[in-house]
Nanobody, 127 residues
Framework: QLQLVESGGGLVQPGGSLRLSCAASGFTLDYYAIGWFRQAPGKEREGVSCISLRADRTYYADSVKGRFTISRDNAKNTVYLQMNSLKPEDTAVYYC????????????????????WGQGTQVTVSS
């Protein structure tokens, strides 16, 4: 069974940091582009960041540039999202998604480009 499982969410104060993990089971992430998305209550799902198969290309939404860093460790079959300088507006459920094949920079922020989705992890930024 192919699964993506997110972890690392939680409650953090503004200015704090969290590192989210996206672990795959049932398949190897080596052949997949990975995206991170988030959805806040009452808002559309937003493409936050994505990374190519060999980590040579990345995308960041303007709202997170300079604060978030995406990385991957194919040996651990895991992709990470390091989130620093968190703001209350970063509060959302964060999802990872996987798409096999070539990395398309213009497509990677689009949620319907992906083949597999995780269940999400809640991130709450509040004092």
């Amino acid at each position: 069974q192919l699964q993506l499982v997110e972890s690392g969410g939680g409650l953090v104060q503004p200015g704090g940091s969290l590192r989210l993990s996206c672990a795959a089971s049932g398949f190897t992430l080596d052949y997949y582009a990975i995206g991170w998305f988030r959805q806040a209550p009452g808002k559309e799902r937003e493409g936050v960041s994505c990374i190519s198969l060999r980590a040579d290309r990345t995308y960041y939404a303007d709202s997170v540039k300079g604060r978030f860093t995406i990385s991957r460790d194919n040996a651990k079959n895991t992709v990470y999202l390091q989130m620093n300088s968190l703001k209350p507006e970063d509060t959302a459920v964060y999802y990872c998604a996987a798409r096999s094949g070539a990395f398309l920079f213009r497509q990677c922020p689009l949620w319907n480009w992906y083949d597999y989705w995780g269940q999400g992890t809640q991130v709450t930024v509040s004092s």
